[in-house]
């Protein structure tokens, strides 16, 4: 069954600190993996998206990493900030001919205090 | 940038109404998608349409109806509005594999 999973549920940390939140996957066949921002109150916002091929990608104080071995993914914050309170969403694009499906995770929701 | 636009943010309806959730993007995409968001659900495909008059029913399209008679419109209706339905709403368009979504309408059945 295709399953996305991701760890924490929840996350509290201090402005300036750095979090990681975790995504697993078991999905196939594996096309790409994508992370949203999610604020409070308004629709997900793409961050990034990975391939097969990629092991890490930045995008700005974001970086995600892809272990297509272990089907596994990160996304790391670095140097926290206030704006960053939001839920980050795992999505998992799975492709069989021409047809794409996306399997999404449930969220991981960060607050960011000062 | 992309724009999807979704006509109402707040809507409170009576059991058994009819709804009408409209979306409206402008770039031009083929694709669109309503979504809703459940607390613990999570995102979960109602339907989708990748051209004018087609569409393809999601994961939970029981209650639900689209239309899609403009590339650039996407209704969502409901025939006869429960209180199960109050829930978030996202209308999205996608290009390739960037899907952009809209701001949401919030959906209360009273």
């Known amino acids: 069954k295709n399953q996305v999973e991701q760890s924490p549920q929840s996350l509290i940390i201090l402005e300036g600190k750095n979090c990681t939140l975790q995504?697993?996957?078991?999905?196939?066949?594996?096309?790409?993996l994508r992370w949203y921002k999610q604020d409070t109150g308004r629709g997900p916002v793409s961050l990034t998206i990975m391939t097969f091929s990629e092991n890490t990608k930045s995008n700005g104080r974001y970086t995600a990493t892809l272990d297509a071995d272990t089907k596994q993914s990160s996304l790391h914050i670095t140097a926290s900030q206030l704006s960053d309170s939001a839920s980050y969403i795992c999505v998992v694009s799975a492709m069989t001919g021409n047809n794409r499906k996306l399997i999404w995770g449930l969220g991981t929701s960060l607050a960011v205090n000062p | 940038d992309v724009k999807v636009t979704q006509s109402s943010r707040y809507l409170v309806k009576r059991t058994g109404e009819k709804v009408f959730l409209e979306c409206v993007q402008d770039?031009?995409?083929?694709?669109m998608f309503w979504y809703r968001q459940d607390p613990g659900l999570g995102l979960r495909l109602i339907y989708f349409?990748?051209?004018?008059?087609?569409?393809e029913k999601g994961d939970i399209p029981e209650g639900y109806s689209v239309s899609r008679e403009k590339k650039e419109r996407f209704s969502l209706i409901l025939e006869s509005a429960s209180t199960n339905q109050t829930s978030m709403y996202l209308c999205?368009?996608?290009?390739?594999?960037?899907?952009?979504f809209g701001e949401g309408s919030w959906l209360t059945v009273v």
């Open positions: 770039m031009d995409h083929e694709n």
């Open positions: 995504c697993n996957y078991t999905v196939s066949p594996f096309s790409n």
């Open positions: 349409s990748y051209d004018v008059k087609m569409k």
């Open positions: 999205a368009s996608s290009l390739l594999d960037t899907i952009y």
